[in-house]
């Protein structure tokens, strides 16, 4: 079974500046998706970024980007010019594709507290 | 305009009582789920249905009873409610491999 890691349970960045998540991941598939969520405090539950396994280029959206090391499985998350709205919790999480019987496998979270 | 709607937001109810949570999803999407995210925040897959087919159930209590009217729908029911059963519920649908989720229903069992 597939298993996630987040090994930050909390963090904190000054506004503006930068900041890395940590996401490891356990499983013997060779093609996968891996996926970025942002649970603000409104509870939402909001897709900031996803990374094809047989990609080799790091997915970026804006002032999110990944680092995705395949062999190593790793898949960390970058946000930029950190913003006080990216305050939140975010979950790393992993999907098998399986011809429509995909499940998200998450990790624990890291919530992410950006000062002002 | 909304995309994975849920109702209710809230649920407070007691122990023993049975409940529905209603999702829809106006995406045109297939497959539908349901997530359980327990007080310490972690998610986890509870059942999701494709074309209104069960295809996940992850030893969930037969207590609770996902119900697909048709592929925009999926309700779920739960029978006699446990203090346990305390969490937010959420709802996702997907085409292909990205899941969409609706805002959650925070249910409270006392």
């Known amino acids: 079974a597939q298993t996630v890691t987040q090994s930050q349970p909390e963090m904190s960045v000054q506004e503006a500046e930068t900041v890395t998540l940590s996401c490891t991941y356990d499983?013997?598939?060779?093609?996968?998706?891996l996926f970025w969520y942002k649970q603000p405090p409104s509870r939402q539950m909001i897709l900031v970024i996803r990374?094809?396994?047989?990609?080799?280029q790091n997915a970026t959206e804006n002032r999110f980007s990944v680092n995705f090391q395949k062999a190593a499985k790793s898949f960390s998350l970058k946000i930029s010019d950190s913003q006080l709205g990216d305050t939140a919790m975010y979950f790393c999480?992993?999907?098998?594709?399986?011809?429509?019987?995909?499940?998200?496998?998450f990790g624990k979270g890291t919530k992410l507290t950006v000062n002002p | 305009d909304t995309a994975v709607s849920q109702t209710p937001k809230y649920l407070v109810t007691q122990m023993g009582n049975d409940k529905s949570i209603k999702c829809e999803q106006n995406?045109?999407?297939?497959?539908m789920y349901w997530y359980k995210q327990d007080s310490k925040k972690f998610l986890k897959i509870m059942f999701s249905?494709?074309?209104?087919?069960?295809?996940i159930n992850e030893t969930v209590p037969n207590r609770f009873s996902p119900k697909s009217p048709d592929k925009a729908h999926l309700n779920l029911h739960i029978n006699s409610l446990e203090l346990g059963d305390s969490a937010v519920y959420f709802c996702?649908?997907?085409?292909?491999?990205?899941?969409?989720f609706g805002p959650g229903t925070r249910l409270l069992v006392l």
């Open positions: 996702a649908s997907s085409v292909g491999e990205t899941q969409y």
């Open positions: 995406l045109g999407h297939d497959t």
């Open positions: 999480a992993f999907m098998k594709p399986q011809g429509g019987s995909e499940k998200l496998v």
């Open positions: 249905y494709n074309n209104k087919e069960l295809i």
């Open positions: 499983t013997s598939e060779n093609n996968y998706y």
């Open positions: 990374q094809e396994a047989y990609k080799q």
